[in-house]
C-alpha cells in the first residue's frame, strides 16, 4: 500500500490550494472593478454559470457546487459509465477498480481516461491526479481506515459523491438509478442531458416489460459467489428490483440486506426456476461458477440446475448507474425466451 498523505504533504496542498483560490479571487475583483467602471456588473454575474450554485444532500454530506467540478476521478466502473454516458469524458482524469467489459459503445471513451489503480487506488495516488471532485460506487472507495474518508477528502479541499445505493437507508429501486442520472447532471450542469439519458433508461425497461406483460413470476435465485454459503442479492438490492421488472421474483427477496450469505439448504428449498449469476473480476469466472452447482450433488433437483437455466449479468449492471436498464432486458429474455421469439 502507497504511503498515506503526510500531515506536511496535506498542508502543503492546501496552502496551494488557498493560494490559488486567493489569486482567482484577485484576479476577479480585477475584472468586476473594471465591469463596474464601464456602468455595469455583467461580467461578475457572467462568472456563475447558469444554473448554479447547485447544492447536493448526498448520503448525510450536503455540499454546494458555485460551478460544475472539473477535474474528476471515478472508483469503481459504474460512475466512470455514467459520467461516459452523460458525455462528460473531459472532465475525467482519472478511473480505478474496473468489474467486467465496458459497455461497447462507451469503450474508446472510457480507455481514454487513465487507470489509476486495478482497485480502490490510495489517497495519495488519487490526490497525484488533482481532482476537484471524487465519484465513489462502493461505500469501500471511501473507506476511513485506509485514508480515503470524505472527510479526508473535504480537508484537502476536495467535494466527493457516493452511489445512492451505499447510503444505506432503504431499498434500492429503478427510481434512484434515474434520480442518480438527474443528479449527477445537475452537479456537471448538463441537466438536459441527463434528462434525455433518463427517458432513454426508461424507453429501454418499458420495451422488455411489454414484451413479457402477463406472463407468470419465475422464481429466481441470485449467486454472486461463496461454497459453503450462498452470497446473494437481497431484497434492499437493485438486483429485486430488476428481476421483478423482468417478469421475475427474487426467492431471498425477504433477505432485509443489498447482499447477504444464505444456506444451501434454503436454496434448495425456495425451489429456483433460473440462477442469475454475477459476473465480476476477482471472484472466479461465469464457467467456474456454472461448473461448481451443477456438480453439487445437493442441488441436483433444484429445477434451475436440473434444466441448468442460468442468466448472466455483469454485477456492474445491477448497481444504480446506466447498466441495470440493459439488464431488465438481458433478464427478461433469460427468463420468458419465449416471449423473445
Not at 502543503?12 to 475584472?31: D, E, I, N, P, Y
Request: hydrophobic share 40%.
Amino acid at each position: 500500500m502507497s504511503q498515506l498523505f503526510t500531515p506536511a504533504r496535506t498542508r502543503g496542498f492546501l496552502r496551494a490550494t488557498a493560494a490559488a483560490v486567493a489569486l482567482s479571487s484577485v484576479l476577479l475583483t480585477t475584472s468586476c472593478g473594471a465591469a463596474d467602471e464601464s456602468g455595469g456588473d455583467a461580467k461578475a454575474t457572467a462568472a456563475v454559470p447558469a444554473g448554479f450554485p447547485v447544492t447536493v444532500d448526498n448520503c448525510g454530506v450536503r455540499t454546494t457546487y458555485d460551478r460544475p467540478p472539473s477535474r474528476v476521478v471515478t472508483i469503481h466502473q459504474h460512475p466512470a459509465e455514467l459520467m461516459l454516458a452523460l458525455g462528460l469524458k473531459d472532465r475525467m482524469v482519472g478511473t480505478a477498480f474496473p468489474d467486467s467489459a465496458v459497455l461497447p459503445e462507451l469503450k474508446e471513451d472510457y480507455e481514454a481516461v487513465p487507470e489509476l489503480a486495478r482497485k480502490e487506488p490510495s489517497f495519495e495516488k488519487i490526490l497525484d491526479a488533482e481532482p476537484d471532485f471524487v465519484y465513489g460506487g462502493y461505500g469501500s472507495a471511501f473507506t476511513e481506515k485506509e485514508g480515503r474518508s470524505r472527510t479526508a477528502f473535504a480537508d484537502a479541499g476536495i467535494d466527493t459523491y457516493l452511489n445512492r445505493e451505499y447510503c444505506g437507508k432503504k431499498k434500492v429501486t429503478m427510481e434512484d438509478t434515474y434520480d442518480e442520472v438527474r443528479t449527477i447532471g445537475r452537479i456537471f450542469g448538463v441537466p438536459d442531458r441527463a434528462d434525455k439519458l433518463v427517458t432513454d433508461l426508461k424507453s429501454r425497461v418499458g420495451k422488455a416489460a411489454g414484451k413479457i406483460e402477463g406472463e407468470p413470476e419465475v422464481p429466481v435465485f441470485v449467486y454472486d459467489s461463496g461454497d459453503k454459503a450462498a452470497f446473494t442479492a437481497g431484497g434492499k438490492s437493485l438486483g429485486t428490483e430488476l428481476i421483478r421488472l423482468a417478469g421475475g421474483e427474487n426467492v431471498f427477496a425477504d433477505l432485509d440486506d443489498v447482499f447477504g450469505d444464505v444456506s444451501w439448504e434454503q436454496v434448495i428449498e425456495r425451489k429456483p426456476e433460473v440462477i442469475a449469476v454475477y459476473d465480476y473480476e476477482g471472484a472466479g469466472s461465469v464457467e467456474q461458477k456454472k461448473r461448481f452447482l451443477l456438480s453439487q450433488p445437493a442441488l441436483a433437483d433444484v429445477p434451475a440446475v436440473r434444466n441448468k437455466r442460468f442468466v448472466v449479468l455483469p454485477l456492474t449492471a445491477t448497481l444504480v448507474g446506466i447498466r441495470s436498464a440493459y439488464a431488465v432486458d438481458d433478464l427478461a429474455r433469460g427468463l420468458h425466451p419465449e416471449s423473445f421469439r
